[in-house]
């Protein structure tokens, strides 16, 4: 059985940081993009950053960028997702997702986690 399983969420206070992580198990992961979504109360799930396989190509949305880190474990099964300089607007469901290549796009992506509450106090 497939499974990705975020941890991490939590509340934080704006200005600081927190550190998603997601690890996938039941399948080898090794040569898929994995990515990060979101979706705030009331509103459509948001592509937040995506890696390659490699590590190699990430992509961020413009609302997370220079903010927010996406990297992968050695193992490469793992992803983290390091969030500086928090927003109460990046309160949300945080999603880990795995696809065959990196997307924007969350029909781009096959697996998903169950999600990880992120709440940013002002």
């Known amino acids: 059985q497939v499974q990705l399983v975020e941890s991490g969420g939590g509340l934080g206070q704006a200005g600081g940081s927190l550190r998603l992580s997601c690890a996938a198990s039941?399948?080898?992961?090794?040569?898929?993009?994995m990515g990060w979504f979101r979706q705030a109360p009331g509103k459509e799930r948001e592509f937040v950053a995506a890696i390659s396989w490699s590590g190699g190509r990430t992509d961020y949305a413009d609302s997370v960028k220079g903010r927010f880190t996406i990297s992968r474990g050695n193992a490469k099964n793992t992803m983290n997702l390091q969030m500086n300089s928090l927003k109460p607007e990046d309160t949300a469901v945080y999603y880990c997702?795995?696809?065959?290549?990196?997307?924007?796009?969350?029909?781009?992506?096959?697996?998903w986690g169950q999600g990880t509450q992120v709440t940013v106090s002002s």
């Open positions: 997702a795995a696809g065959p290549v990196i997307s924007r796009a969350s029909r781009g992506y096959g697996y």
């Open positions: 039941g399948r080898t992961f090794n040569s898929y993009a």
